[in-house]
């Protein structure tokens, strides 16, 4: 059998000093670069309906890139994925104060967060596929953060076409933990996104604030232009007049996923027509945050020379719902010692003929 490999080649110094290194792994004709900088997926190769092969993630070809500016482009986001309103919570009585990143609140586990680490890596061919596992442990009190945190993130390369994410971690404190990852997927190579089509299958979001803080409620999908559980076209209704729209200046919002907890289900899947590639996202998760690039302004170039504007990418983020440390109603997002944190995503791209 097929199992794939794993190559390793220097990627530059970190702002510490530090060498970076970038996994090349492959497996039936497909290839994702990977850095043990931020866990960034650097690059993702993959044939088109024709066999064409093309890179369907943004980024940077050079660690100098991720160094300088990123939108947190293919990295490992944590601590606490998304946003932690007014940058403080409180657990068992105290108080925890964390850097204000994003206006008042605190953005993807603070200034420095799990995207701007090194992990330490190890590589290996398993009967699944290529894997690389990234090692990081968070000292009690970085960014704020209670407790010695141990994480563990799996990337493997399966044989159809995907990339399965398993994060494991433990704590010798009480602490808040939400991993994700955030790259930006663009099925057609560059361009903007709203041409692709896009099913979530959710039939709730949970509707933020002006600071793209939850409220706290629920609110149905059905009339309005946040129901995706038909195929739509990302582009369709991104602009109409619609108060969660206006405050995410488009998609930049949690849905509530349609599965049991537990096991990984499928909760995304983005189709683009000229290049018949298909994106299905699986996690085990209770939400995944939708973003579709409105933060993009065209100051950035990235590989091959491509100026990413507006929405020319969008994210799939299967996490926690946003702020759950501070919001009664959701679902916890607290580790205790001797708990192990567990989280799956499976992101797997083929083609539709
Ligand atoms: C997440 C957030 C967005 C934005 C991006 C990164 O998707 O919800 O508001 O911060 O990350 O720019």
């Known amino acids: 059998m097929n199992s794939g490999e794993i190559t390793k080649t220097p990627f530059g110094a970190t702002k510490e000093g530090k060498t970076a290194d970038l996994f090349t792994l492959r497996h039936n004709g497909v290839e994702v670069r990977i850095t043990n900088y931020g866990g960034i997926v650097t690059h993702w190769l993959t044939p088109d309906r024709r066999g064409q092969v093309g890179d369907v993630v943004l980024g940077y070809d050079t660690l100098d890139g991720y160094l300088k500016a990123t939108p947190y482009f293919g990295c490992l986001v944590g601590r606490c994925g998304n946003r932690i309103a007014k940058a403080q919570?409180?657990?068992?009585?105290?108080?925890?104060?964390?850097?204000?990143?994003?206006?008042?609140?605190?953005?993807?586990?603070?200034?420095?967060?799990?995207?701007?680490?090194?992990w330490e890596p190890k590589s290996s061919v398993t009967p699944g596929g290529p894997a690389l596992e990234l090692n990081y442990l968070s000292p009690d009190g970085e960014e704020g953060f209670p407790g010695n945190l141990k994480i563990k993130s799996v990337y493997t390369?399966?044989?159809?076409?995907?990339?399965?994410?398993?994060?494991?971690?433990?704590?010798?404190?009480?602490?808040?933990?939400?991993?994700?990852?955030?790259?930006?997927?663009?099925?057609?190579?560059?361009?903007?996104?709203?041409?692709?089509?896009?099913?979530?299958?959710?039939?709730?979001?949970?509707?933020?604030?002006?600071?793209?803080?939850?409220?706290?409620?629920?609110?149905?999908?059905?009339?309005?232009?946040?129901?995706?559980?038909?195929?739509?076209?990302?582009?369709?209704?991104?602009?109409?007049?619609?108060?969660?729209?206006?405050?995410?200046?488009?998609?930049?919002?949690?849905?509530?996923?349609?599965?049991?907890?537990?096991?990984?289900?499928?909760?995304?899947?983005?189709?683009?027509?000229?290049?018949?590639?298909?994106?299905?996202?699986?996690?085990?998760?209770?939400?995944?945050?939708?973003?579709?690039?409105?933060?993009?302004?065209?100051?950035?170039?990235?590989?091959?020379?491509?100026?990413?504007?507006?929405?020319?990418?969008?994210?799939?983020?299967?996490?926690?719902?946003?702020?759950?440390?501070?919001?009664p109603n959701f679902p916890s997002v607290v580790l205790k010692p001797g708990q192990t944190y567990r989280h799956t995503i499976i992101y797997r791209v083929s083609v539709e003929k």
């Not at 990339?163 to 704590?171: E, I, K, S, V």
């Not at 896009?198 to 409220?215: F, G, K, N, W, Y």
């Not at 919002?253 to 289900?265: L, Q, R, S, Y």
């Open 157 to 327: 390369l399966t044989a159809d076409g995907g990339l399965r994410l398993d994060f494991t971690a433990t704590t010798d404190k009480d602490t808040v933990v939400n991993l994700t990852h955030h790259s930006y997927f663009n099925l057609a190579g560059h361009g903007d996104i709203l041409g692709h089509t896009m099913q979530i299958r959710s039939e709730q979001i949970t509707p933020v604030d002006a600071t793209l803080i939850p409220t706290g409620k629920f609110q149905s999908v059905e009339g309005t232009p946040l129901d995706f559980r038909k195929p739509t076209v990302i582009g369709a209704r991104i602009d109409e007049n619609d108060e969660q729209l206006k405050f995410g200046a488009g998609y930049d919002h949690n849905w509530v996923a349609n599965k049991p907890a537990g096991a990984p289900g499928l909760i995304a899947r983005a189709t683009e027509r000229t290049s018949g590639r298909v994106l299905e996202v699986s996690s085990t998760q209770p939400g995944v945050q939708f973003y579709t690039g409105n933060f993009l302004d065209g100051t950035i170039t990235g590989k091959n020379g491509w100026v990413y504007q507006r929405r020319h990418g969008f994210c799939l983020e299967p996490q926690h719902f946003p702020d759950s440390i501070n919001q």
């Open 89 to 118: 919570f409180s657990l068992n009585g105290v108080t925890y104060r964390l850097a204000a990143n994003n206006g008042p609140n605190s953005l993807h586990g603070g200034v420095r967060g799990f995207d701007k680490v090194l």
